[in-house]
């Protein structure tokens, strides 16, 4: 059982809940069942999220911290832009964070220590999940503890995150598990499939079994996910109600269409973007007054990304 401070991140990982708060680990890393819910707003190097207009709940965000430096000033501009994040991120009642750490002395060298991050929490049924991997020193793959123990000068808490939560050998590995805390405010409806970690670790075991590139049709693709889906749910590990949450993902996704489908997000003015599949790149296109981007995922049960928050 570990401490778990409000969970926001890795810097929120070491930041702020009760001192009674415990995790148990439950499973092995998912990312976030509300996945299908989110819009991940990027933001770049040492830009500030502003905090009157990140109102998506799920909030689902990504941040570059590639420059964080000595020499030039990174490290204080990366600081300068902390309280922001953890001011958009604590009220939420679903929140996933992404982030991508590069450490070095100065911009342009070879990062010193580097790792990625994948961080969410549930306060709607009191679930969370942390992964840290892609550890390097000096630009060579590393084990989480090596990286840790370089951490640990600075910031013994991150450490302690990198020992617990790091994918690899000398990790702790990735995990899914109960925070210990909920928020009564926060419930949704009874049987809400997108706040079911079964749900995404169903999907997961779904795409390693029958692997979109590999379709030789849509209706092979959906034979695979519908029969692989039933077997979860006959072992208990799915529950029967998400059952075709999973298998509608597969449904309205480019897998077995041929090789130029693509995810396309539309939006017109005012209105909330939504997801179709068209069968060429150039054929998403924006309405009148509206957006289109041409998504990176195989699904429109797939998180799209967008510059900051408008």
């Known amino acids: 059982m570990k401490p778990f401070r409000t969970f926001v991140l890795a810097c929120l990982l070491a930041s702020a809940t009760s001192a009674g708060s415990q995790t148990s680990p439950t499973a092995p890393f998912v990312e976030p069942p509300f996945e299908s819910l989110c819009v991940i707003r990027h933001f770049d190097e040492h830009e500030v999220p502003p905090i009157d207009q990140c109102t998506d709940d799920p909030l689902c965000v990504e941040y570059e911290k590639r420059d964080i430096t000595v020499e030039n000033g990174g490290a204080v501009r990366f600081l300068a832009a902390e309280p922001a994040r953890f001011a958009i991120a604590i009220p939420k009642c679903r929140y996933w964070q992404q982030d991508h750490w590069r450490i070095q002395a100065q911009t342009g060298d070879v990062p010193l220590v580097q790792w ?10 009191g679930t969370g999940g942390a992964r840290l991997r892609n550890f390097a020193i000096q630009g060579q793959p590393a084990e989480p503890e090596p990286v840790a123990a370089l951490v640990e000068a600075v ?10 939560y790091g994918e690899g050998g000398s990790g702790g590995g990735g995990s899914t598990f109960l925070l210990g805390y909920g928020d009564p405010s926060c419930a949704g409806e009874e049987g809400d499939c997108s706040d079911d970690p079964a749900v995404a670790a169903a999907r997961a075991g779904a795409e390693e079994a029958c692997p979109c590139d590999e379709a030789a049709s849509r209706r092979e693709h959906m034979r695979c996910v519908s029969e692989f889906t039933a077997a979860e749910v006959a072992a208990g590990r799915l529950a029967a109600a998400c059952e075709q949450s999973v298998i509608d993902c597969a449904r309205n996704s480019t897998c077995g269409r041929g090789d130029h489908a693509t995810v ?6 005012g209105e909330e973007a939504r997801c179709v599949i068209r069968r060429k790149p150039t054929r998403c296109r924006a309405p009148e007054g509206g957006s289109a981007t041409v998504g990176a995922g195989d699904s429109c049960c797939d998180s799209h990304v ?3 928050c408008e």
């Open 116 to 125: 990625d991050g994948s961080y969410w929490f549930n306060k709607r049924n």
């Open 155 to 164: 910031d013994p808490e991150m450490a302690e995150v990198i020992r617990t």
């Open 264 to 269: 396309c997000h539309v939006a017109r003015e």
């Open 306 to 308: 967008v510059s900051g």
